[in-house]
């Protein structure tokens, strides 16, 4: 101990980094137990003996929003004690693990109730899988900045992060919509069914479109002052701005698929040839424009 002070370090600032970090692990070491227990089926069997490639992404993609959302649980300034500390970033970690297991039903009876996402990656549906992991990891994103905005480090921080988690589930759900819709309006067969003969191509846009929206959403973070005193009074500037980001990355899309992509049919390669090359770089140009707008803005 007097080697850590005579080091300059904070004894106390240590103890919070390695509650932070042990609370942390826990989460993340529990993801595959959380999805056997979801499914209802082994893990291991499922990875080991079935191969099944579709359940490794939807754990893999879980995994990755846990680690997301814990580091919106981690940042903020520590507690004024261990046991506060305890509670605190376990009571966020816990909240956001729920939070994301119900975005997954939100997906699956609003988004997309014609197919179950569940059945499709038991079935090893890598489209699905995608879906699915995407989806998650958007919510990650979003809640992740909402605990930041919202200064996570208070019991009161956490009726901010659930009003807020409704409104930007609302936000993904109708962009969802729409874009199935879209999608269903200008193809014979409809999203499920593609997704349910396993078109990757669609998927992988389809993601991004998820969390590049996303990440504009978490612009409005940047973009609304949270005030401590009268947290509801920002709520409806922040789902404003919310709402014009997500416009906004629409718009920028669709400019940069026209220079970036013309001359191809996108529908055609990505919706009827699965080309997942094509595709790919529609996601990272939706990915890219959402961090564009969430840097810009914060």
């Known amino acids: 101990m007097q080697i850590l002070t005579f080091i300059g370090l904070d004894i106390f600032y240590l103890q919070i980094l390695l509650i932070n970090l042990v609370i942390a692990l826990i989460v993340l070491l529990g993801v595959k137990f ?72 939100i997906f699956d009876r609003i988004s997309m109730p014609q197919i179950s996402i569940e059945d499709e990656i038991l079935k090893g549906n890598i489209a699905a899988a995608i879906l699915d992991a995407s989806n998650v990891i958007a919510t990650a994103i979003i809640i992740r900045a909402v ?83 009268n947290p509801i009074s920002v709520l409806i500037p922040w789902v404003a701005v919310s709402v014009v980001m997500t416009i906004l990355l629409s718009i920028l899309a669709i400019i940069a698929d026209k220079v970036l992509l013309s001359g191809i049919d996108l529908r055609k390669e990505v919706d009827k040839q699965n080309n997942i090359g094509i595709a790919s770089i529609q996601t990272a140009i939706l990915v890219s424009i959402g961090i564009i707008i969430a840097t810009l803005t914060s």
């Open 147 to 229: 605990m930041i905005w919202a200064e996570n480090e208070t019991v009161s921080g956490l009726g901010i992060v659930l009003i807020a988690y409704i409104a930007s589930q609302a936000l993904l759900s109708l962009v969802s919509i729409y874009r199935v819709k879209t999608f269903n309006a200008h193809h014979k067969d409809p999203l499920h069914k593609a997704i349910s003969k396993s078109n990757i191509a669609t998927a992988w846009r389809f993601a991004g479109y998820r969390i590049g929206t996303a990440l504009a959403i978490t612009a409005s973070s940047g973009l609304v002052a949270y005030q401590a005193d």
């Open 34 to 105: 959380i999805s056997s227990a979801i499914s209802n089926v082994s893990a291991n069997n499922e990875l080991a003996e079935k191969d099944n490639h579709a359940f490794g992404i939807s754990i893999a993609g879980v995994a990755l929003a846990v680690t997301i959302m814990m580091s919106g649980v981690m940042s903020g300034d520590a507690s004024t004690n261990l046991r506060e500390e305890v509670i605190l970033v376990a009571g966020y970690g816990i909240l956001g693990i729920i939070l994301m297991s119900l975005s997954r039903f």
